[in-house]
């Protein structure tokens, strides 16, 4: 029968992507296998992968570690799967784009007695990994490393991060301290790949954002 052994784009093509198992549409964005490769097995051992480890926790390196896909390949996929995520799945974590968008992840330390530093961690979509509280300090100032900083952010995979932190006194004036650390955290998120987006200081209901004075 016409058609019963249409390639995978080519039955995409006629048939719709509904037509399609989950290994052919696997096969449709692998397109060839390489040397030694058949490319119905590399999607196969793709599919297994995908199942085990799970769409939302793949990474670029699962998909490398598949014989017979390489870094242009994998790229390939998964930029696909991740575009997927992005626009296509539920979004349960908060969009973090702006400076009011942070502030609303702060309502726990912005009428604290001592000074609290957060850190926000964002995907490449700068959505909501986690909030961690990194120094709790006096009422006038904590100290913060760069270290406490990245180490959770290098946990969480992050592609950006913003920090924050309060002024129990009310008060929003940014102090000398406030721009050193921040250019800290900036310096060494530049060596490690992971961008500084903002960092906020709240007091009360009111926010000032560092990045917006170009600090």
Request: charged share 30%.
């Given at each position: 029968?016409?058609?019963?052994?249409?390639?995978?784009?080519?039955?995409?093509?006629?048939?719709?992507?509904?037509?399609?198992?989950?290994?052919?549409?696997?096969?449709?964005?692998?397109?060839?296998?390489?040397?030694?490769?058949?490319?119905?097995?590399?999607?196969?051992?793709?599919?297994?992968?995908?199942?085990?480890?799970?769409?939302?926790?793949?990474?670029?390196?699962?998909?490398?570690?598949?014989?017979?896909?390489?870094?242009?390949?994998?790229?390939?996929?998964?930029?696909?799967?991740?575009?997927?995520?992005?626009?296509?799945?539920?979004?349960?974590?908060?969009?973090?784009?702006?400076?009011?968008s942070v502030a609303e992840q702060l309502d726990h330390i912005k009428d604290k007695k001592q000074e609290h530093f957060v850190l926000l961690t964002l995907d490449g979509a700068r959505r909501l990994i986690n909030t961690r509280t990194i120094t709790i300090g006096t009422l006038m100032s904590s100290l913060v490393h760069p270290r406490e900083v990245f180490s959770p952010a290098i946990e969480d995979r992050a592609a950006s991060i913003v920090v924050a932190h309060n002024h129990p006194s009310g008060m929003l004036d940014i102090s000398q301290q406030d721009k050193e650390v921040t250019q800290r955290i900036r310096q060494a998120g530049e060596l490690l790949g992971i961008q500084l987006d903002d960092h906020i200081i709240v007091a009360g209901e009111e926010y000032v954002s560092l990045t917006q004075y170009g600090i």
């Open positions: 029968m016409a058609g019963m052994n249409d390639l995978p784009r080519e039955k995409l093509s006629k048939k719709g992507a509904a037509a399609l198992s989950d290994e052919e549409l696997l096969q449709a964005v692998i397109g060839s296998g390489g040397k030694n490769n058949d490319y119905k097995q590399i999607a196969k051992k793709l599919n297994a992968t995908i199942q085990k480890i799970g769409a939302d926790n793949l990474t670029i390196d699962d998909v490398k570690s598949i014989k017979g896909i390489g870094d242009a390949k994998a790229t390939i996929v998964f930029a696909a799967l991740e575009f997927w995520r992005r626009k296509y799945t539920k979004q349960t974590a908060p969009l973090i784009d702006n400076p009011k």
